[in-house]
Each structure stands twice: as structure tokens, then as C-alpha cells.
């Protein structure tokens, strides 16, 4: 055995330097962020109430209100030893981007003091001619604009020697298009209230006077020793390791999924949460997840755009904490091929400004006909856009994950449990009674049943579940901001909500009468999107292509949804994306998923060029010399088959990774002669990836055979299980 290969792990309190503090969470929940809090102690109590009518009424910031915050937040932050701020973005990259500005300011006699202005709080300019824009604009036109999101506070970001004021923004062109995740899903929030208040209204409440969705992004991730790491070179550049072999445990016992946790583990996820609590994120459930040394963290639930704020952050502080216990954090979707991938399931649900939640069954008829109203609202918005909710999912890594019998499959579906569908199902057979306070559907008993919070059983398999007053969207990938998705979602059940208020407006009397009417018509109509068995199964595709619903398996397949034209016309319809910038991404996504398969194939067969042919060739020497040697001095090769047939293996492995790799070649080559990116997009998913997979096969077979102290990778079973 290689020993070299080993980890070194560290001592224990070598990377738990914090758990002896024992101060409750309580007492520092939130310190680094320029919340309610800072903002009372900082600011002038007109200013204050001034802020909170700008953040929850949309009115107007004014130059003399900027320039106060700004002087507030930046005393604030220099207490808290900020050198630097930044406007802190979300770009089409996936990941966040920020540019630091010092606080310093020359003054005439050559002395210089920290200050911060208005204009610098509301508005930045960092270059954009490296970020994704679909072709909105020209490499050489550089500028871009970052504009402040108040409705998000902003904090305090530590690394190293450095501390910076972070400030949570919009990012847009010059020429004004969007470039960024979070104005779109900032317009969805909109487009959500709206809709959803003119249904409200339509049902009688006229009490609301504010509606917003609220997100729990569950964030599953892998982590193993840093040695390991930083030995793959595919796990390094891509994310995910493009060869190894299924080692002989893996998932198998199910031995690791609520496990205890190990200490090593522990001590990294208390120095992360300690982080995370600072931050203001509400980290609450920690667990083993069912892949070894797969994990997961959740939060509570928070306001739509705060949340996916958090989800970036918190994924930021994962895999800074990771490096500082000699870890790395692995957030690809499948970093292992043979074992469960990472996702983030995205639990949504809607809330108003009196306390409620929407999707919460209540204890009166009243309470129970607004609950199956923007229940159907939802299930409707599934059924119409599922193609573009599965474009939102669509990724290169996340392909490897969707169906893989771990994940939701492509085909996106809602399951409801029994006791909700049972009761639609009444309503669809005419079981409803006139709508008053006493009665409002005949199952037998006086009433529509009090339905509990977790009325129904978990389907692991389904894409979309109800799981007790939110609905929980799991085909979201591990590493992709939650943003896109919960814009799609949210301008989806916008659409939904109008439309369901348009119905039972344009219906006489009873508006409970006519919501149960407008309920069952909706219901038959929906149904085919409803599913409540595996949808691992291939008797649920060949029923769902008879159902009607789109299976997208690939994201060349899944992007083409984006461009269709009820997707562009729901998305600027409710001003989310004008078409122009629908397209861009479409572009975008294109391009990112060839490169992002261009990277793989190269370091795919720089591994095996550099690293397992290399191997092989020395593994097949020494068995060839050993059956040379062995004859000369037995003169019996009747004894020395065993060793022809290795022999032969090993040959043939390596001739299949030769040829492997020239097919790959020309395959790529024809894919650069493709100029369109959608177009070649597509030609790599049909003619490339295939050719990586039937490649991975011969290399992985080569694992079983070449000797432990010549394979060169750390192998499947050393990183999970050594750790």
C-alpha cells in the first residue's frame, strides 16, 4: 500500500479552537450584518422609520436619506474593523462577485479619513466585460452598474487579514438589461404580491395588504480529507471525479444516514454555524446524509429574496470553514459516480402580512376554501411551466444527478398525499355543497376536515411534494443558486394566482361558491401533473408521455424551454425578464455547459495520458516480466495462463483508453467547427459525454487490475471511508 496516500489528520482541538466558547447563540446571532438592530443604534429614528417605509412600501430613496445610512453603515463597519466595502453580486456565473473599495478619501493637506456617501452606498460600477451577458453586450464595452438592495442587510465579511463591509446588490448593463439572478427574482416578488393580493380580494380578504414567498434551502454536500483533494485533478478543476471505481461498500447499509456524527465533522460544522449565526443565517438541522461523507445543513425559513442571499453565503462559508479543518467541500451534484449526489432542496411557501401562511390548512370553511385555492394556484403553475421550472434546474452537473434514481427524474410532477387528493377528488365529482360558514364539501362529515400540517406522506421520488403547508421543490442542483430557480417558481404562481382571481371575479355570488367552482374546473385540467407512486419508474415515464408532460432529460434539451414562446411571454408579461435578456441566458447556459464539458474532457484525458496509462504500462511491464522470468526458469507455460489473460486485460484496457481518447478528439474537433452554442451544446451531450463514459469504463476496469502502490489517484474507498 502506498502510505503516502494516507491524509494526515490533525489533532482534534487543532481545528476546534471556538468550541470551548460558550457564549449562547442567542447573544451573537446577527452581529455581522447591518440589520434592525444596527440600524436603530446607527441611524436617527426618522431615518429608521424612513427605511422601513422604503424596504416594505417600495417608496423612493432620496439623496439625504442615502447619504445618512451611508454614514451609519460605515461607522458601523469600521467599529466592526472593515477596511474595505463592496458591492456584493450574483452574476450569471453561479457564484457571487464583489469589488473592494477602500473607505479612505484624500484630503487637500494630504491626510486622509474613512467616508462613505450616499451615491457609493445606492450605486457601484464594476467592470463587466468578463461577466456572461448572452450577447447584450461587446467584450469592449465594460461598464456595468451595481445598485444597493436594502431589502437585504448587509454584513460583514471576514478572510484571512481582511474585513469588508458587504453590500447586497442588483447588477445590470450599461443599456440597462439585467445580468444577474437577483433583480429577476426580486421582479418575481413583485409579480407574486400583486397577483396574489388580487386573489385574496377576489376571495373576500381585505385585510392583506402584503404577500411574499418564503424559501428553506436544504444544502447537502460531500467532504473529504484535503490530502485527498488536492491529489485529483478532476476533483480540483471540475467538481467531480471523471474516473474511479465503485469500491466494495458504499451506500449499500445505509449505515451513514443519521449516523453519528464524527468528531472531526462536528468540530467543522460548530466553526461554521458560529460563522453562519454571526451572519444572521438561521442554521438549523445538521445532519449525515445518506452517501458516505455526504451531509446536510438547513436553515429556518426566511423571506424569498433574504434567503437565497444566505443560500450564497452560506456555501461561501462551508468551504472557507472546510479549508480551515484541512478539509475540502465538494458541492457538485455527483462528485461520485455509484453513490447519491447533492442537491438543495428548496422548500417554498407563501406568507402575508398578518401572520399567516397561505398554504396552511385552517380551522374554518373560510380558512380551508383560501388554503385548496392557492393549493390548485400552485399545482396549476406546475402543470403549465413545467418545461421552463426544469430549464431552471438544468445544468451539466445536475444531469448526472436528475433520475439517477436519487433524485427527482426529469419529468417534473407534484405529489399531494392521499387525504388532499381524496378531497379534490370530491370536489372534482360535484361532492361540493353551496359554500357558507356551516358547510363547504359533503365527505361524509358536517365540514371540509381540519386538515394537519403534515397530512400527507413524504415521496422522496417526486420533483415537486406538498410536505404540510409549503411544497418542497427538490430537483434543484447542490451548487446552483437557489435565486433562478425561486424567480421561475415565483413568477410561475404569480401567473397562476391572477388567473384563478380572474376566474372567481368573473363569477356571481358566493365567492366561496365560486372558488370551489373555479377549484374543480382548474382540478380536471391539472391533474395529469399529479402523480402519487415512484417516479424512479419506467412504467411513470411511458404514463407521463401519455400524460402529456415534457421529459427533458438533458439541459441542452431542458435550455431549448427557456426560448419557447409561452415562457417568454410569461416572463415579460410579468416584467421578471424582457425577451432579450430570456434569451441572453439561454445563450449563456449554453455556452457555460460547453465549456463547462470542454474542461472535463481536457482534464479527463490529461489524467489518463499523465497518470493511469503511465500506470498501466508499468503494471503491464511487470506482469510481462514476471511471465518472462518465471518461464525461463519452469519451461511449463501450461501454468502461466492466468497471467497471459492479465496480461492480455491489461493490454486491451489500454488500447481502449488510446482509441478512447482519438474518438474524443475527433469528436471535439467536429464540436469546435460548430459555431452556435446551442447547436454545439447539444452535439456534446449526444456524440462527447457518451465517449467520456465508455472511456471511464476501460480506466476504471484498469483500477481493479494494476497493483495499489502503482495507481496513482487516492481510490474511491480511501477518500470516503478515510476521513
Known amino acids: 500500500m502506498n502510505k503516502k496516500r494516507y491524509p494526515t489528520i490533525p489533532i482534534e482541538r487543532e481545528y476546534s479552537a471556538s468550541c470551548e466558547k460558550d457564549t449562547p447563540v442567542s447573544k451573537y446571532f446577527g452581529e455581522d450584518t447591518f440589520g434592525l438592530v444596527a440600524w436603530q443604534q446607527k441611524l436617527p429614528e426618522h431615518v429608521y422609520k424612513k427605511m422601513m417605509e422604503i424596504i416594505h412600501q417600495g417608496r423612493l430613496l432620496d439623496v439625504d436619506t442615502a447619504n445618512v445610512v451611508a454614514h451609519g453603515m460605515k461607522e458601523w463597519a469600521i467599529e466592526k474593523g472593515a477596511t474595505h466595502f463592496c458591492h456584493w453580486f450574483q452574476p450569471m456565473t453561479g457564484a457571487t462577485a464583489e469589488k473592494h473599495d477602500s473607505f479612505i478619501e484624500l484630503l487637500p493637506d494630504g491626510a486622509c479619513i474613512e467616508r462613505f456617501s450616499g451615491r457609493q452606498l445606492v450605486q457601484g460600477e464594476p467592470d463587466a466585460s468578463s461577466f456572461p451577458s448572452g450577447g447584450i453586450r461587446s467584450t469592449f464595452e465594460a461598464r456595468g452598474y451595481t445598485a444597493w438592495d436594502p431589502s437585504s442587510p448587509a454584513f460583514i465579511l471576514k478572510s484571512g487579514l481582511g474585513t469588508t463591509l458587504c453590500i447586497p446588490s442588483v447588477y445590470i448593463a450599461y443599456s440597462g438589461e439585467v445580468l444577474d439572478y437577483k433583480t429577476p427574482l426580486l421582479r418575481s416578488l413583485e409579480a407574486l404580491n400583486k397577483s396574489g393580493i388580487k386573489l385574496l380580494r377576489a376571495l373576500g380578504n381585505q385585510t392583506v395588504r402584503k404577500l411574499y414567498a418564503t424559501i428553506g434551502a436544504e444544502q447537502e454536500y460531500f467532504l473529504i480529507d484535503q490530502d485527498y483533494y488536492y491529489k485529483r485533478q478532476d476533483l480540483l478543476l471540475t467538481g467531480r471525479t471523471l474516473l474511479g471505481a465503485t469500491p466494495p461498500k458504499g451506500q449499500q447499509l445505509e449505515d451513514h444516514y443519521f449516523g453519528s456524527i464524527r468528531k472531526r465533522v462536528l468540530s467543522f460544522m460548530h466553526d461554521a454555524e458560529e460563522e453562519l449565526y454571526r451572519l ?398 446551442v447547436n454545439r451544446s447539444g452535439f456534446i451531450c449526444r456524440e462527447v459525454k457518451p465517449l467520456m463514459g465508455d472511456i471511464r469504463k476501460s480506466s476504471d476496469a484498469l483500477e481493479a487490475v494494476v497493483g495499489d502502490e502503482i495507481w496513482p489517484l487516492p481510490k474511491y474507498w480511501e477518500m470516503l471511508f478515510i476521513n
Open 280 to 677: 444572521g443565517i438561521p442554521a438549523k438541522t445538521r445532519h449525515n446524509e445518506v452517501a458516505p461523507c455526504q451531509f446536510e445543513i438547513a436553515p429556518l425559513y426566511e423571506e424569498a429574496n433574504l434567503a437565497c442571499d444566505h443560500n450564497q453565503l452560506l456555501m461561501e462559508v462551508l468551504k472557507k470553514t472546510a479549508v480551515q479543518h484541512k478539509l475540502a467541500l465538494l458541492l457538485h451534484e455527483k462528485p461520485f459516480a455509484g453513490i447519491n449526489g447533492s442537491g438543495k432542496h428548496l422548500n417554498w411557501s407563501l406568507a402575508d402580512d398578518t401572520g399567516n401562511n397561505l398554504l396552511n390548512p385552517g380551522a374554518t370553511p373560510q380558512d380551508n376554501v383560501q388554503f385548496l385555492v392557492f393549493l390548485v394556484a400552485f399545482v396549476r403553475a406546475i402543470h403549465s411551466h413545467a418545461g421552463l421550472l426544469r430549464a431552471a434546474v438544468a445544468s451539466a452537473g445536475n444531469d448526472h444527478r436528475l433520475g439517477a434514481n436519487e433524485a427527482p427524474p426529469a419529468i417534473i410532477s407534484v405529489f399531494l398525499g392521499d387525504q388532499l387528493t381524496r378531497i379534490l377528488d370530491d370536489i372534482e365529482r360535484g361532492k361540493a355543497t353551496i359554500a357558507d360558514d356551516q358547510a363547504i364539501i359533503d365527505l361524509g362529515i358536517s365540514k371540509l376536515p381540519v386538515l394537519s400540517r403534515d397530512n400527507a406522506d413524504r415521496n422522496r421520488t417526486a420533483p415537486v411534494a406538498f410536505t404540510g403547508a409549503k411544497f418542497e421543490f427538490r430537483a434543484v442542483g447542490s451548487s446552483q443558486s437557489v435565486s433562478w430557480p425561486a424567480a421561475i417558481l415565483n413568477t410561475a404562481v404569480a401567473e397562476s394566482l391572477e388567473y384563478l382571481a380572474e376566474k372567481i371575479k368573473a363569477r356571481t355570488g358566493n365567492s366561496n361558491q365560486a372558488a370551489m367552482e373555479v377549484i374543480r374546473e382548474e382540478y380536471r385540467r391539472i391533474k395529469p401533473v399529479l402523480f402519487m407512486g415512484d417516479c424512479y419508474s419506467a412504467e411513470w415515464e411511458r404514463e407521463a408521455e401519455r400524460r402529456g408532460l415534457p421529459n427533458n432529460k438533458t439541459s441542452p434539451q431542458a435550455f431549448a424551454e427557456l426560448v419557447k414562446p409561452e415562457s417568454l411571454k410569461l416572463l415579460e408579461r410579468f416584467g421578471v425578464l424582457s425577451n432579450v435578456e430570456i434569451k441572453s441566458r439561454y445563450r449563456i447556459k449554453s455556452e457555460h455547459y460547453c465549456m463547462e464539458l470542454g474542461i472535463e474532457v481536457a482534464c479527463l484525458a490529461d489524467m489518463l495520458r499523465t497518470q493511469i496509462l503511465p500506470a498501466a504500462i508499468k503494471q503491464q511491464n511487470s506482469v510481462a516480466v514476471s511471465i518472462s522470468n518465471a518461464q525461463n526458469v519452469l519451461q511449463t507455460p501450461e501454468l502461466f495462463s492466468t497471467q497471459r489473460a492479465l496480461l492480455a486485460e491489461i493490454s486491451g484496457r489500454i488500447m481502449e483508453i488510446q482509441q478512447g481518447l482519438e474518438k474524443i478528439k475527433a469528436k471535439q474537433k467536429e464540436a469546435g467547427a460548430i459555431a452556435n452554442d
